[in-house]
């Protein structure tokens, strides 16, 4: 049987690219269009692996993995989060404390913010972000790698 | 013991004693009548006496009570005049002399008290000249040099005596900027704060902040000017950092925005890249038209943002009519009702009765309200809502008594921003909706607002919602009255 990839996502064109991408590669494709709908979709459907978009309505991509890792249930099913924090993580680590600040920076701040907090609360992996715009071959190669075919 | 009797009681006992002198003669010589003198020979030798003693008195008297009082008084004045302010009389006499030397001790001690005073004065000024940091430099009326004070010598690295005499002009980087000084000064007696360079010794250009007031003496006639500056080389080269390093940082934000904007477009263009060479590949018809569909909404999008770029950086001109802002706001609950229905969110219209007309570019206030409503409405679909709560957004306008303004209110109870979404909706490019929108919504917006001379203020609270209120001015618009009352301006 087919393994079973969730995207969640309120961006349209992405689902649909996912989807195509993901039943190319013979993975069952399930969509959910924001955070809320995302969780249901866990529950009802039990995905093998799912793949979290961050800014989403009704839930946001961060609110809602850290409700997942706090679950016992699902605190080990495999999320790659479609978006870039590879740079904040760096800037995370060259700092002692969070004590410097990029004034221009206000975007990512909030950003920033939260994934020192999920980093502090050992809810990060670094391996699980992909940036957008996202590479369909790179996102398929991942999703092998976490879940195997 | 004759200097306590007046010099009129002197000579007045001196003429009695004299008097007495001469009866006392006479009796003798009557005494002596036997011998020598007889009848008119008498009468000759007593008036020769008189005479003899009265000139003899009356020239001890001058010696001694008139001419050497006088002649210590001369001295005194010498004295003073010397500058010997210390100088006293003896007033030992108690006759008019005394009281003259007496009064010549008051005014002397009066005198050196106040130049005591004066010197006082003078030091604590001149200190306060050169204690100053500020330089100050004082000229004649034809602007040469006549004192410097420390503070000047300091900051322009010259000795005092290199300077008193100098042309001021030299001093100036350009000798221009002192002519438009002083040709502001035939307006008015002061020059205030008049940002300019001077030069130093080493031909470093300083700037300063110049104040030059002219020197009048008592009698109001203008003896030269005075110029007081503030040498403001380090606040204009920290200030010109600063206004640098905010550059950077706007450019910055700009950047990290359109950045985060880019890479969304992009991200709809390579997927549906993707699928149309899937469904090239597989000869699948239905991948390839979606995939290209996707294509086309990114280039539409990236052509969106153009726009608003184009529209954000170009002059605007608004055109001001009289309007009904009530008609304003129906036209747009009129556009937004059937969308907000699709999206399950309630929407109301709240004007109050007899709203005063407006004077404004009914367009950009259009698209300004419409702005902030979709945002409302956006708001609502973010928010993950409660049992028993419905999605609300409301448009109201009212008059604000007793102020000649309107506002127009736009309410939603949606998802609300945190303060750091809040304190950056109006920069460029800041946007919370990544795959919406092109992050300028807020700025044009406010842009139309200032035009109007209006404000916005906004009310967040995260899960509670926000309030917009967008307060005009009925009518501070200036520079536009031939537009008014309908008449359409040109290209209208």
């Known amino acids: 049987m087919a393994k079973k990839v969730l995207i969640v996502d309120d961006d349209i064109s992405t689902v649909k690219f996912l989807t195509a991408a993901l039943e190319e590669n013979g993975y069952e494709a399930l969509q959910a269009y924001n955070g809320r709908e995302g969780l249901e979709k866990i529950e009802s459907e039990n995905p093998d692996l799912v793949l979290l978009d961050v800014m989403m309505p009704k839930k946001t991509g961060f609110v809602l993995i850290k409700q997942l890792r706090r679950n016992e249930k699902y605190k080990d099913l495999p999320v790659i989060m479609l978006t870039g924090v590879a740079e904040v993580l760096e800037d995370l680590d060259a700092q002692s404390g969070d004590t410097h600040e990029r004034p221009y920076d206000s975007l990512r701040e909030v950003l920033r913010k939260t994934i020192k907090e999920m980093r502090d609360e050992g809810l990060l992996n670094p391996d699980m972000f992909i940036d957008k715009p996202i590479d369909p071959e790179l996102i398929i190669a991942k999703i092998k790698e976490l879940i195997g075919t | 013991m004759l200097g306590r009797i007046p010099i009129f009681w002197k000579l007045s006992a001196a003429f009695l004693f004299i008097v007495f002198l001469v009866f006392a003669a006479d009796f003798l010589l009557e005494r002596v009548d036997d011998l020598a003198f007889k009848g008119n020979q008498r009468i000759v030798f007593i008036i020769v006496l008189a005479v003899a003693l009265s000139s003899g008195s009356a020239w001890f008297f001058v010696i001694r009570f008139i001419k050497r009082p006088i002649n210590r008084l001369a001295e005194g004045m010498n004295k003073l005049a010397e500058k010997e302010f210390d100088y006293r009389l003896e007033e030992d006499d108690k006759d008019e002399f005394g009281s003259l030397a007496s009064s010549f001790n008051d005014m002397a001690s009066m005198l050196s008290a106040f130049l005591v005073e004066l010197k006082k004065t003078r030091d604590y000024l001149q200190s306060v000249l050169e204690s100053s940091a500020d330089i100050i430099i004082t000229v004649n009326p034809s602007g040469h040099i006549q004192t410097i004070n420390a503070g000047a010598e300091k900051a322009l690295g010259y000795q005092r005596l290199e300077v008193i005499g100098q042309h001021i002009e030299k001093f100036f980087a350009d000798p221009k900027d002192r002519d438009l000084a002083i040709a502001q000064l035939e307006y008015s007696d002061d020059v205030v704060n008049y940002e300019t360079q001077f030069l130093t010794k080493e031909g470093k250009a300083k700037d300063v902040l110049l104040t030059i007031s002219r020197l009048r003496n008592p009698t109001g006639e203008i003896i030269g000017t005075i110029g007081i500056s503030k040498d403001i080389t380090e606040e204009k080269r920290l200030q010109n950092q600063l206004i640098q390093s905010q550059r950077l940082a706007a450019i910055g934000e700009v950047f990290t925005g359109i950045q985060h904007s880019l890479k969304n477009m992009l991200n709809a263009c390579k997927g549906g890249s993707y699928m149309v060479r899937t469904g ?81 570019d009914a367009r950009m206030i259009y698209s300004a309200v419409m702005d902030i409503v979709s945002n409302a409405l956006d708001a609502c679909l973010w928010k993950d809502y409660g049992e028993g709560e419905v999605p609300e957004v409301s448009i109201g306008a009212y008059k604000i008594p007793d102020r000649r303004e309107l506002v127009i209110e736009v309410k939603d109870n949606g998802c609300g921003m945190t303060e750091e979404v809040k304190a950056n909706i109006f920069t460029p490019f800041f946007s919370t909706k990544s795959k919406a929108g092109t992050g300028l919504g807020l700025s044009i917006t406010s842009r139309m607002i200032n035009i109007h001379n209006g404000r916005i203020d906004v009310e967040s609270e995260p899960d509670r919602g926000t309030v917009f209120r967008i307060a005009l001015p009925l009518d501070t618009i200036s520079g536009n009255q031939e537009r008014i009352d309908g008449k359409k301006s040109p290209d209208s």
């Open chain 2, 280 to 360: 090239l590949a597989k000869d699948d018809r239905k991948m390839l038209e979606e995939g290209w569909e996707i294509v086309q909404q990114g280039i539409e999008r990236m052509t969106d943002m153009s726009t608003d770029m184009l529209k954000y950086v170009k002059e605007w001109k608004p055109r001001f009519d009289k309007v009904d802002l009530a008609q304003v706001l129906s036209e747009i609950y009129r556009v937004i009702k059937q969308t907000a229905k699709d999206k399950g969110v309630k929407i109301r219209l709240n004007i109050s009765r007899e709203l005063p007309s407006l004077i404004c």
